[in-house]
């Protein structure tokens, strides 16, 4: 145990007042404490602290508000692409449809036969009768459409 100075002894005092001694003379501005000014002193202390952990924690909440922000940007971002993206698909896929309805047309199918393949409209068309085996092959003869 470390030894106890007299002028502890005295600060520890409740109301003491402070002994100025021959070792004591460097130390001029030391006053003894009294309950009221410690108690005063303490609240002030725990105020303090109370202000550091409140700044904190605004300055953190304010940290995590700031990167949810960034992140809802950040989403935002993707999907205005993902839109762009399927915007663009749309009109690709109605063009597709378009153009495959183009080809499939009846009149275009008919134009590139008689050009590209050579196919002639017949100036009468034959159309044949299914011949039925029981009956005799003389009434069924192919009629001729003019």
Do not use: C, W
Not at 26 to 42: P, S
Not at 56 to 67: E, F, K, N, R
Not at 110 to 136: C, F, H, T, W
């Amino acid at each position: 145990m470390a030894p106890v100075s007299a002028a502890r002894l005295v600060a520890s005092a409740p109301d003491a007042q402070p002994v100025v001694g021959a070792h004591d003379a460097n130390r001029v501005g030391l006053t003894v404490l009294g309950r009221a000014e410690l108690a005063r002193r303490r609240l002030r202390r725990r105020a303090q602290l109370v202000v550091v952990l409140a700044a904190t924690v605004v300055a953190i909440s304010l940290l995590v508000v700031a990167a949810g922000q960034a992140f809802v940007a950040a989403q935002q971002v993707r999907l205005d692409r993902l839109d762009r993206g399927l915007a663009t698909a749309v009109a690709r896929d109605q063009n597709l449809q378009l153009t495959r309805a183009q080809l499939a047309s009846p009149s275009r199918i008919l134009r590139v036969a008689e050009r590209q393949l050579g196919m002639v409209v017949p100036k009468n068309v034959i159309y044949l009768v299914p011949v039925n085996p029981d009956r005799s092959t003389s009434a069924s003869a192919p009629r001729v459409a003019t």
